[in-house]
């Protein structure tokens, strides 16, 4: 008996100071040991491409972002579309719904915490053999019997194991509540560079056409001079070949807006057939001169991939609990009240209602080792969670590193690409005046040609990249969620994950630093 009496006093000693919780007590990683986020310190000022849309921009380290970032473009139409997406998209909604869902289902275990009672009626029809006396007092064979009861059941939470459950349903919540932050700044994401790409390819068709129009005025030129026999019927031919073949990269640059307009309506819940008033344009964007920088050990606070791969961690580490505590004798408390009549008038009549209270405990003797298997695998998961845990802090200062030395390169590609512009397109007109008085060849002109049509299209499209850079920076970096006022139904719901802590250390680094 010694051993039930030491099992029986450790449950007293248990409740007396509000339940045991067995396994591991969940602490938050530690962030990575790092001051920077590349081997060598990124310039902080961006060089200028000279043209609008490709001003300088400033590394700001220590700066806060925005909750609505994609306002630095200072574009209404942007502002607005991205407004409507987070409102309309269903992938949006679909988080959304799944949060509510993961709220749902750990305040549903939190119910475990309390007695369940519950209540129970029954009516039947009865009737005695003749063989055997009759049950009731009156003697009549054929009765009706009521009967009405209260049962209580109170699973004593000994070991902590509905207590672990509860607190990985709350940490899953709460991974649920980062992956609808990851979904809007997915969303907006998108929509910036799904409007950048549009405004991208619309520069591209206008540069193309202009390009087209002037290998039309060559050709006109070309063919004065052939009728006139100064040139060969051969230049002729193959500037007709090379606008042809200008004209041939006119219809997939068309093609791919009209897809690029598809996606904007996709990504606003509409259909592609809904019309979609926003037109854009690079020269209506704007790029913001002070670039946010946030420390290395802030990042892992901001990125909402982060937080739920943490958050993950710390369910993980509950199961390990639960997993734990099943090992452990389960005790039920219970308690059942009842009466019984044969008439429903006198149910409730004295003498007619009995009770039972008792207790069960339930221990697992022999399971053919499912229970220390499921530990083992509740552990084994934990050291999952762990290594997905380090993949995507590793994954998100990646991502901050390719940003900032895309955002260091598109500069210096932007200014180059004005500069190659420039000189070829001054080559281009001084090659076309010589022509139309005679004084080159026509190769000299197609040469010409060939080389500004193709420092125009990267013109564009390095300009275009310091858009899709600059908004990849503000993602990469988290996207100001924590300062991002919530909607009618979040402030409603209270779906709102917790922010990043602030601390006097971290204001002193960011202070010492600038």
Known sequence: ??????????????SALSGCMVGPDFKRPSPPKTEAYLSSDPPTDLVAGGIPGGEAQTLVRGMDIPGQWWQVFQSTPLNGLIESALRANPDVQAAAAGLKVAKENARAQRATLFPTIQANFGASQNETPGSLS????????????????????????????????????????????????????????NVVAAAVQEASLRAQIDATQRIIAAQQTTLGILRGQANLGAIPGGDVATQQAALAQAEATLPPLQKALEQQRNLIATLTGRLPSDNIAARFRLEDLTLPHDLPLSLPSRLVEQRPDVRAAESNLHSASALVGVAVANQFPQITLTANINTQSLSTDTLFGPGLTGMAVGASALQTIIDGGALAAKKRAAKAGLEQADAQYRSVVLTAFRNVADTLRALQYDAITLKASVDAEQAAATSLDIAQRRLALGDTTYVTVLLAQLTYQQTLLNRVQAQAARFTDTAALFQALGGGWWNRAPGPEEQARRLRCRPPTRDDRVAQEVKTQQ
């Open 134 to 189: 009759p049950a009731t007092a009156s003697g009549a064979t054929i009765f009706g019997l009521f009967t009405a009861g209260l049962t209580l059941t109170y699973a004593l939470d000994l070991w902590g194991g509905n207590r672990r459950q509860i607190e990985s349903l709350d940490a899953l919540a709460e991974a649920q509540c980062f992956q609808l932050e990851g979904a809007y700044l997915s969303l907006a994401s």
């Open 1 to 14: 008996m010694r051993p039930v009496a030491l099992l029986l006093a450790g449950s007293a000693l248990c």
